[in-house]
């Protein structure tokens, strides 16, 4: 049988590589912290957001399905920063001003565009009208359950789940919502908020996606 000072031994080794595991965890979180720590408690230009921020709820892993039927997780979409709008297939007049939204937001940001992705998610298994599909080209539009949908984005208290745009960071939490029925004039506090956003991100955050092996 092992001696106790083996033992003793063992155990300190253990606790000890466990304290230099959380030290290499803390380091490479530290960009990300710091970032996040410029825009909620800091932010320079002393602005209040336009969006309200929520307690960060992280990305579930659903399986949602793209309109041609093809399985996608969700998780998939992480590693950009995202503009999500969610709705019924048929896009009433709120869903479509809000996609057209999503568009301008990603385009007004320049060359940081390419860190944004504007994201559709369809909550039913109707049919997209054909008409709306061209303006589409450079979204993505998955379908996805509406409950399980709702366990991690949600509207305001007397809202919709349609009524919002909602931001999600490229570690896949979704860390804000702009208040409803955004038109075009609100979407220039809206930009504010998304600037100051990919400007704290900057020193982890790129554009693109890993390539995946």
């Known amino acids: 049988?092992?001696?106790?000072?083996?033992?003793?031994?063992?155990?300190?080794?253990?606790?000890?590589?466990?304290?230099?595991?959380?030290?290499?965890?803390?380091?490479?979180?530290?960009?990300?912290?710091?970032?996040?720590?410029?825009y909620y408690v800091i932010r320079p230009d002393g602005r209040t957001a336009f969006g309200e921020l929520v307690e960060q709820r992280p990305m579930p892993p659903i399986v949602a399905r793209t309109l041609d039927g093809r399985e996608v997780p969700l998780t998939s979409l992480r590693h950009q920063w995202l503009l999500v709008s969610a709705s019924a297939s048929a896009c009433a007049e709120r869903c479509q001003t809000n996609l057209y939204l999503q568009r301008q937001l990603r385009e007004s940001v320049g060359r940081e565009k390419d860190r944004v992705d504007w994201v559709w998610l369809v909550t039913d298994e109707g049919a997209v009208p054909d008409t709306l599909r061209p303006a589409l080209a450079n979204a993505t539009v998955l379908r996805v359950d509406p409950a399980a949908l709702q366990k991690w984005v949600e509207?305001?208290?007397?809202?919709?789940?349609?009524?919002?745009?909602?931001?999600?960071?490229?570690?896949?939490?979704?860390?804000?919502?702009?208040?409803?029925?955004?038109?075009?004039?609100?979407?220039?506090?809206?930009?504010?908020?998304?600037?100051?956003l990919l400007r704290a991100s900057s020193s982890w955050d790129q554009a693109g996606r890993p390539v995946q092996d």
């Open 155 to 196: 509207p305001a208290a007397g809202h919709a789940l349609e009524d919002h745009l909602y931001v999600i960071d490229p570690m896949g939490n979704w860390m804000m919502r702009f208040p409803p029925a955004l038109d075009a004039k609100s979407a220039a506090r809206a930009k504010r908020d998304l600037e100051r």
């Open 1 to 38: 049988m092992p001696s106790p000072q083996s033992l003793g031994g063992n155990t300190a080794r253990t606790r000890s590589g466990r304290w230099k595991m959380i030290g290499v965890l803390l380091m490479c979180a530290a960009p990300v912290i710091a970032s996040y720590f410029t």
